[in-house]
């Protein structure tokens, strides 16, 4: 399998942004007010203080492969999960385990079946491959439209369907009953791939886990990227019955560095302490930026993750550009909401500068 990275996806980041944004807020940067990076939806705060401790200790075994550490890791997270050993397959980021899944689930034939918008990984991915994707449009909540879905996915013969909850890049839910509906009426040679990069912020919605234990078709790929702030350590995972596992298993090419695997396992290990201040800090930070927006004038999408997907009515690409030259790297452009600017949750003081920002942007 090909490493295809975010950055590396033909029209991911269009040329314009590229060239025009970045070098906009790279010239700010330049100029000493450092660019505040609330464009993807990374977490300011980095990875855990027990994780990077364990890490460096780490670093000096580094002459060992990194095995046992990602075992370690897998037997811990399937253990906090009651799944089953084998169960659980750690990747480099769960960008592994979605490629995974696409090399193995879809094929020239089985299209693979998304949202839109949606996080581009699965069907970027398919396009690179030769393999056909199908976008079936939010519902007017911005849930996934499982009933159309499922339908397609019966008509176009699918191999996958992908279900991001949250969503990126609208922050919306899909309501775990539709999500269960949809694993029960697809085809019976069908997966149902549910991304939870995002659902260690809204806990409340439930996980996708629980099919899994039911016996159904369904991969969970979670992430450390996001709440645990380890984007740049690779860690992800996904989650099936031990059969899917085993045929996804061998599309991995990057797995986990050990000194990663070794900080992960040790920041799950006090998740009970961790998760709920981290979340409890994004909330107030997002709820804030929410409540000033609303003053505002402006209206969004209810968030259920660390971003929010602000209605702006009107183009969002000149916007993105006078963000930039303010020195502020807001996300990119998701069509077909071209309206629409999707914010990450930063720290207070960056989403002080966001909010500087926006009042002359809007002015
Ligand atoms: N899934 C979703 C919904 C994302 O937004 C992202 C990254 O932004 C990823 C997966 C990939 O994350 P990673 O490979 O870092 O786990």
């Given at each position: 399998m090909a490493l295809v990275t975010r950055r590396g996806f033909a029209g991911f980041w269009p040329a314009a942004v590229i060239g025009g944004e970045f070098a906009l807020a790279r010239a700010a940067r330049g100029a000493g007010e450092p660019m505040v990076a609330i464009d993807s939806n990374e977490n300011p705060d980095g990875p855990p203080e027990i994780a990077?401790?364990?890490?460096?200790?780490?670093?000096?075994?580094?002459?060992?492969?990194?095995?046992?550490?990602?075992?370690?890791?897998?037997?811990?997270?399937?253990?906090?999960?009651?799944?089953?050993?084998?169960?659980?397959?750690?990747?480099?980021g769960s960008s592994e385990i979605l490629h995974a899944a696409i090399d193995v689930f879809t094929s020239a034939t089985r299209p693979v079946v998304v949202s839109n918008p949606t996080y581009e990984a699965c069907p970027e991915l398919a396009r690179a491959l030769g393999r056909p994707s199908e976008k079936v449009p939010l519902t007017p909540t911005y849930a996934a439209d499982v009933e159309k879905m499922a339908a397609v996915a019966r008509v176009k013969k699918a191999g996958l369907v992908y279900l991001c909850n949250p969503n990126n890049p609208t922050g919306s839910a899909t309501p775990q009953d539709r999500i269960k509906w949809l694993s029960e009426n697809l085809p019976a040679d069908c997966v149902l791939l549910v991304d939870e990069a995002y659902l260690d912020f809204s806990p409340q919605l439930g996980s996708a886990v629980g099919l899994i234990k039911a016996g159904r078709n369904v991969v969970v790929a979670r992430t450390f990227s996001k709440i645990w702030g380890m984007a740049g350590l690779r860690v992800g995972y996904g989650c099936a019955r031990t059969e899917y596992i085993n045929k996804m298993a061998p599309f991995r090419d990057m797995v986990v560095n050990m000194a990663s695997a070794r900080g992960a396992l040790a920041a799950v290990k006090n998740s009970g302490t961790i998760l709920p201040q981290r979340r409890a800090k994004m909330t107030k930070l997002r709820g804030d930026v929410c409540a000033w927006l609303h003053g505002k004038g402006f209206d969004y999408i209810e968030p259920y993750g660390n971003f929010v997907m602000i209605k702006i009515k009107k183009p969002v690409r000149p916007v993105i550009q006078a963000f930039a030259s303010k020195g502020v790297a807001v996300g990119r452009p998701f069509p077909p909401y071209e309206d629409m600017l999707r914010v990450t949750i930063g720290t207070e003081h960056e989403m002080d500068r966001f909010r500087a920002a926006f009042t002359q942007v809007f002015s």
């Open positions: 990077l401790k364990v890490m460096r200790e780490s670093l000096a075994l580094g002459g060992r492969y990194h095995g046992e550490a990602t075992e370690d890791l897998e037997t811990e997270l399937g253990r906090a999960l009651g799944l089953k050993p084998g169960e659980v397959l750690a990747g480099a």
